[in-house]
């Protein structure tokens, strides 16, 4: 069964940084492009961000680039999304996903963040 | 980039009911990398349809997507009680990837 279980969600005054991570298991982490993807409250879903199987590549969203890094440690299993510089509409429920080439196959649960003085 | 409409914004319907969906691109989709996603509240996203015609596994049959180029459509062919949710699709053959606004079917 695949599982992916995304921690690190909470509540952050805006110009601050969060750290999301995401656990994943059931599938072979280290085959497979991750991506982050997130919902706004009352909003539709929006792709963050995404990272291929060695590293090497990622690809963002105009509205994050220069604020959120993706990264992945395959030895761990594990995807990451480093948030800077939030803003207010940043705040969202931030999925891990996973899947096959660039299609989001895997969803987890979802962490929520919230970014308000 | 490349912008996905969906319509309608909601659909109302009853049970035993066939629901159409549309999606409809800005610029043509790479090769067929269209995907309908099923959402309910508190739930993760589900996949339902890639490749603008495969079912995801465990999908029932009554889903089926269909469409080429710039217009697509997702039809459930008789509507369960637990298909009333919303439902987005997506393009995954460019970057950024982008989903569209969604459309609600609502129990009428």
């Known amino acids: ?117 | 980039e490349i912008v996905l409409t969906q319509s309608p914004g909601t659909l109302s319907l009853s049970p035993g009911e066939r629901a159409t969906l549309s999606c409809r691109a800005s610029q043509s989709v790479t090769s067929t990398y269209l995907a309908w996603y099923q959402l309910k509240p508190g739930l993760a996203p589900r996949l339902l349809i890639y490749d603008i015609s495969s079912r995801a596994t465990g999908i029932p049959d009554r889903f089926s997507g269909s469409g080429s180029g710039t217009d697509f459509s997702l039809i459930i062919s008789r509507l369960e009680p637990e298909d009333f949710a919303v439902y987005y699709c997506q393009q995954y053959g460019s970057s950024p990837l982008t989903f569209g606004g969604g459309t609600k079917v609502e129990i009428k």
Not at chain 1, 63 to 89: C, H, P, W
Request: aromatic share 12%; net charge positive.
């Open chain 1, 1 to 117: 069964e695949v599982l992916l279980v995304e921690s690190g969600g909470g509540l952050v005054q805006p110009g601050g940084s969060l750290r999301l991570s995401c656990a994943a298991s059931g599938f072979t982490f280290s085959n497979s492009w991750m991506n982050w993807a997130r919902q706004a409250p009352g909003k539709g879903l929006e792709w963050v961000a995404n990272i291929k199987k060695d590293g090497t590549e990622t690809h963002y969203i105009d509205s994050v680039k220069g604020r959120f890094t993706i990264s992945r440690d395959n030895a761990r299993n594990s995807l990451y999304l480093q948030m800077s510089s939030l803003r207010a509409e940043d705040t969202a429920v931030y999925y891990c996903v996973g899947g096959t080439g660039w299609l989001t196959r895997y969803w987890g649960q979802g962490t929520l963040v919230t970014v308000s003085s």
